[in-house]
């Protein structure tokens, strides 16, 4: 391992900066092009996401990005993918030295506090707002390459019903991004590699309506392990296969299989090479720092920095490859968008997607409500046993989710805490008949001042970026309604709400 210091950085980094300024990346087709010179883009990036730091937002720290970024543009890489950022820190820095080492930024959209969860999902009001504050502090950087509205979200034939509030998510950031940013952004998600579903993600982010279809399509591919594997016997063939007819541009959004250590990355020969340039727009290696054996570098405490085995494997293969694309002009393949997958017992994601999150309208029905969560229940770690009590007394039907039926409730969106209050609210006004008795709940209630008489109308409030709201809808008794969050799970059968 070769030890870097401070000032062999800061030296490295002015042999290799560049005061050009980078082009915004087009997408035609199937392929990425430099909106300006007109040349195909092949991603050659690496993820970034280093767990030694102090902040969970690696583009927060200039001197920390210069360390970095000088040794990727040594490496030969272009892009870098990071997975959080905070989009409350200032990001000038970081995008400016990215910038001058000519390279630009894949962003995931989703944080630790607010994501959609694959086993209990819920697209709602912090999960929209997160994803808006990310697009706002980085839609004005001419590097921003594209955002991920999601990453392996639905991994498994059980939690597909996921991808429903998913492709929510990305009908949502692309109409935001239209009406908000200087440019187009592409918006794209990022699917692992399980075989009983590939196929299904697949064609379901490319189905439908072009305001809910991503722009492109990011596959996590481990397996190519070692020089002992090949193009055909990794999987790899059957891979580029599988997307030979697809509509939009497809990128491995994390390789770098470690079965066999150190890695020697023998599939950047065909990543980059003719077995895959014709379908394939590139790769990220996964990933920067040494984390459970996948770095191409160890970061010290004392932020020093050690070039690794890996580093100096990738470099050496990278520098052997010219992948050849073609210009954006003479560049006329369209291929139509995928047939929406079949519903069957692998796959169970309605195409009738999540309304738009409008906070306007979770306040607009605060409002109109007579009781509400105290203080108290708002700051209870157990908001999902608090609903399932009273949903076992009166209907949740405004609340409910259900990404398998496509029946999501008026206020289906709105806090967990909102939701409690109102279902407080519905049972003081129609079991309680709005006694003060009926507003306490072992005092996780209390009366309010309700500013208008009813919520009629609130529901219709829109959000920024609002998309046409789905409202609930009848369904047989056998039909369900979920409501299901992060932190917590609740089902409820309408046959039991229609019989209260």
């Known amino acids: 391992m070769v030890r870097l210091s401070s000032s062999v950085i800061i030296t490295l980094a002015t042999v290799c900066s560049s005061s050009l300024a980078l082009n915004p990346i087009a997408i035609k087709g199937t392929k990425f092009f430099d909106s300006v010179t007109k040349d195909q883009f092949f991603i050659k990036g690496v993820a970034y996401q280093p767990r030694t730091i ?40 970081c995008m400016s030295i990215m910038e001058e080492f000519g390279m630009y930024l894949l962003l995931d959209l989703a944080s630790n506090a607010h994501s959609i969860i694959r086993t209990n999902p819920e697209y709602n009001t912090d999960i929209w707002n997160g994803v808006r504050a990310k697009v706002n502090a980085f839609k004005e950087y001419s590097n921003t390459l594209a955002f991920f509205a999601g990453n392996e979200v639905t991994n498994d034939k059980n939690t597909t019903a996921a991808s429903s509030y998913v492709k929510a998510l990305v009908r949502d950031t692309k109409a935001y991004i239209a009406s908000n940013s200087p440019r187009r952004i592409p918006v794209g998600y990022a699917n692992n590699d399980d075989p009983d579903i590939r196929l299904q993600v697949q064609a379901y982010f490319n189905c439908g309506p072009e305001a809910e279809r991503i722009d492109f399509f990011g596959f996590n591919l481990y397996e190519w392990c070692g020089e002992g594997t090949t193009y055909e016997t990794s999987g790899y063939v059957d891979r580029t296969a599988d997307i030979r007819s697809y509509s939009v541009p497809v990128f491995l959004s994390e390789f770098g299989c470690n079965l066999v250590s150190p890695r020697t990355f023998p599939e950047v020969r065909s990543i980059f090479g003719p077995d895959m340039t014709s379908s394939w727009s590139g790769g990220i290696v996964y990933e920067w720092s040494q984390e459970k054996n996948y770095g191409l570098v160890q970061i010290n405490q004392d932020n020093t920095v050690e070039i690794l085995t890996d580093y100096n494997n990738l470099k050496a293969v990278l520098a052997d490859v010219r992948p050849v694309g073609v210009t954006m002009d003479v560049f006329i393949e369209q291929k139509p968008a995928s047939a929406c997958p079949a519903i069957t017992p ?15 309208a979770c306040e607009c029905m605060m409002s109109s409500l007579g009781c509400v969560a105290s203080g108290q229940a708002t700051s209870s770690a157990s908001l999902g046993e608090l609903l399932n009590s009273v949903c076992g ?59 208008t008489s009813s919520d009629e109308g609130c529901a219709a409030v829109a959000g920024v970026g609002a998309s046409t709201r789905t409202s609930i809808t009848k369904r047989s008794a056998a039909a369900g309604l979920s409501h299901e969050g992060s932190m917590f799970s609740l089902l409820v059968l309408v046959a039991v709400l229609v019989a209260m």
């Open 54 to 93: 102090s902040t969970v937002d690696p583009l927060a720290t200039p001197e920390d990005c210069r360390r970095d970024f000088a040794l990727m543009k040594e490496l030969g890489l272009n892009t870098v993918r990071v997975y959080q950022v905070d989009a409350n820190l200032n990001h000038d820095g």
């Open 346 to 360: 692998n796959w169970e994601a309605s195409t009738v997607l999540p309304p738009t999150p409008s906070s306007s």
């Open 393 to 451: 007394m009166t209907s949740c039907e405004a609340i409910g989710t259900n990404g398998k039926t496509g029946v999501y409730g008026k206020y289906s969106f709105c806090s967990p805490s909102q939701k409690l209050s109102y279902i407080y609210n519905s049972y003081y006004t129609t079991v309680g008949q709005k006694s003060a008795d009926s507003c306490n709940f072992n005092g996780m209630a209390t009366l309010s001042f309700a500013a």
